[in-house]
């Protein structure tokens, strides 16, 4: 799932820690938000969502229709600014490869969505369904389910979702610190081959 | 008269602090305060409008706020308000100078100091006066948002609606009311986009 380059999403910046938008950044998404709303009720319908949605990014049809459904958490045909926060703030972790920091960060809130029936668990396959949003493979979402459901009824509770949020970031701050120091190595291992160089060279 | 502009000082500097419709009404008197200025009427339009078009926009320098490299409205933002905020200390040190000058004469009986100050007073009202419009046009920039975001969001907005249009047309019919309402809503954009083209 990609952003389309220069549209006005794409102009937006996430805060990397906390992974939510500033206060102006807000404000413009709100103006944004307001000028969409054609019938003046503070709310987009299923339409209007779907060509938003087209029009901005390149998710086919039926992705468009299920995330309508599960954003439009009070089955009322339409979305308001709240619903629409959250799935900026969702596409923009995407678009900046930080999925994970949002899961992480707003796990509650996105348990609840994932949730679609209300029973405060998530089943593989209501997740399966999403894994495009958060971008999570098959084989990550099986592995998934096979790690952390303690409880062994292939549902997950939110403590146990948590619990694999928390996992997830310790796994890939480790694997961001092992990337930055292989980095400083390789850069040292050149510069004490340019250094030997230079020391052969005037020798010679 | 004289007591306006210590009075806009004042309230500049609680500017900041007060909420969005006392800032509204803030913003309101100073376009009007800069109308009724005895000192602007014969001043050409040239000399009070320098460096702005009709739409506020500066014609010598551009409003860097944002590019497709830095991707970030914050830093945009940040980088096209530095400039505004010596003006504004300028501007608010020049209005409490002239207030203070102000109270001095009130207490003091010799003409001819009372000539200086007033000359010095009427030189730098001459200042403020050349400076209120764009005070007032700065101060009103600090709660919209630049206009190139908004052309830009306005068109991709356009183009939304144009397409889901269609969809309203082949799903509900022509004659329907919200179809008829999003008819008349994507021709006020392109009103408003074309009268914004026009004054450019």
Known sequence: ?204 | MEEKPSKVSLKSSDRHDSDKESMHSDIRDLWTRTTLSQAQLNMPLSEVCEGFDAEGRSISKTRGWYSPGSRSLDEGDKASHKPEEPDEHALVELELHRGSSMEINLGEKDTASQIEAEKSSSMSSLNIAKHMPHRAYWAEQQSRLPLPLMELMENEALEILTKALRSYQLGIGRDHFLTKELQRYIEGLKKRRSKRLYVN
């Open chain 1, 1 to 204: 799932m990609r952003l389309k380059q220069g549209s006005f999403l794409w102009y937006l910046y996430l805060d990397k820690i906390y992974c939510l938008l500033s206060v102006r950044n807000v404000k413009a998404l709100a103006e944004y938000f307001h000028i969409l709303d054609v019938h003046g009720k503070n709310t987009l319908n299923d339409v209007l969502f779907y060509h938003f949605l087209h029009h901005v990014t390149d998710l086919k049809k039926a992705q468009i229709n299920i995330v309508f459904d599960m954003l439009d958490w009070n089955a009322m045909g339409e979305i308001g600014f709240e619903q629409f926060y959250m799935l900026v703030c969702m596409l923009l972790a995407h678009q900046n490869h930080l999925e994970g920091q949002f899961m992480y960060r707003h796990s509650r809130p996105v348990f609840d969505l994932l949730d679609l029936k209300g029973d405060l668990r998530i089943g593989a396959k209501n997740f399966g369904m999403y894994r495009f949003l958060f971008n999570i493979h098959k084989q990550e979402l099986k592995d998934l389910f096979h790690d952390f459901d303690v409880t062994g009824d292939n549902l997950l509770n939110y403590q146990e979702f948590k619990l694999y949020t928390i996992i997830y970031i310790d796994k890939l701050q480790r694997r961001q610190k092992t990337e930055e120091k292989e980095k400083g190595d390789r850069k040292r291992r050149q510069n004490e081959k340019s250094l030997l160089k230079k020391k052969m060279s005037h020798q010679v």
